[in-house]
């Protein structure tokens, strides 16, 4: 079974794809700031998911899941600063933020349940 077919692997790409589609709206002086911050962080998510699926032992994968953990907080802290700053309307930036806690539950219940 490939890491595509992966239900944690999808929605993270899914949220990547979100957040390129909600730093479109961002000034163009922030593309090298939270726009490429953001983008990095949120695509780091489900790159890690991928390389840990395919590692050779559940350990290796539950180390990659952790590092895809660290950087949806990443991802998490820059969205709210985005926010802070008024880069991002509450009615865009809302189900972003819904998504990053979403992921972050089924990141969490996935290392729990490899641990298990």
Not at 45 to 68: D, M
Not at 83 to 95: G, M
Not at 99 to 115: G, R
């Amino acid at each position: 079974m490939s890491y595509r077919n992966q239900f944690i692997w999808q929605r993270a790409v899914q949220l990547a794809i979100n957040c390129y589609k909600f730093t479109r709206l961002f000034p163009k002086s922030e593309l090298y700031g939270l726009t490429s911050q953001i983008r990095r962080s949120s695509v780091s998510v489900a790159s890690n998911i991928a390389e840990g699926y395919g590692r050779r032992s559940k350990q290796e994968y539950i180390q990659f899941l952790h590092i895809a953990l660290g950087s949806l907080r990443e991802l998490d802290t820059q969205l709210i600063i985005a926010k802070e700053v008024d880069l991002a309307e509450i009615d865009l930036f809302t189900p972003i933020m819904n998504e990053v806690e979403e992921m972050q539950s089924i990141l969490v219940a996935t290392i729990n349940k490899l641990k298990g």
